[in-house]
């Protein structure tokens, strides 16, 4: 199982570190690049073309078309990361990467969402691998005990 990771600039990775290492904790396998959807449109377009992977994971910011871009190049899913940039927070790439037209979906995050962008990859990915699935409840199950844990040491003031 592999996921692509497009990141349309060097600095996204601040963000994009995350979900690099949420996949890999899963034992997903990642292909990492930086390609821009404006500043290098034919790396993409190859990219896309060319990539074994099952699902693409895109992130940019400002005019964040990347998302966009990939998911106009393939019928596999695309997830898009809007990056928190000036002068908008974010909402500029937010709104570039929700707003697709009809008959070309992209999954939208949160603007700096690299880690659900990740585990929201491996959720598509458990459909189709009953191990991955197993890794995922496990995953959850984890996160409701620590939040079980937090709250009796609030209540024992310990926290």
Do not use: C
Not at 38 to 67: C, E, Y
Not at 86 to 105: A, R, W
């Amino acid at each position: 199982m592999k996921v692509a990771i497009i990141m349309g600039s060097a600095s996204d990775w601040g963000v994009m570190k995350a979900a690099v290492d949420t996949l890999k904790s899963f034992g997903v396998e990642v292909d990492l690049i930086v390609a821009s959807a404006h500043r290098t449109p034919q790396r993409v377009h190859d990219f896309v073309k060319n990539s074994d992977a099952q699902i693409f994971i895109a992130a940019a910011g400002m005019a964040a078309h990347l998302a966009g871009v990939v998911a106009s190049l393939t019928v596999k899913p695309v997830i898009g990361v809007p990056i928190n940039s000036e002068p908008f927070k974010g909402l500029d790439s937010l709104l570039s990467t929700v707003q697709m037209p009809g008959g070309v979906p992209v999954a939208t995050m949160a603007v700096n969402g690299a880690k659900n962008a990740a585990l929201f990859a491996v959720e598509v990915l458990a459909l189709q691998d009953g191990e991955l699935s197993k890794k995922l409840i496990s995953y959850r199950e984890k996160m409701a005990a620590e939040v079980e844990l937090n709250d009796k040491r609030l209540k024992e003031g310990s926290l």
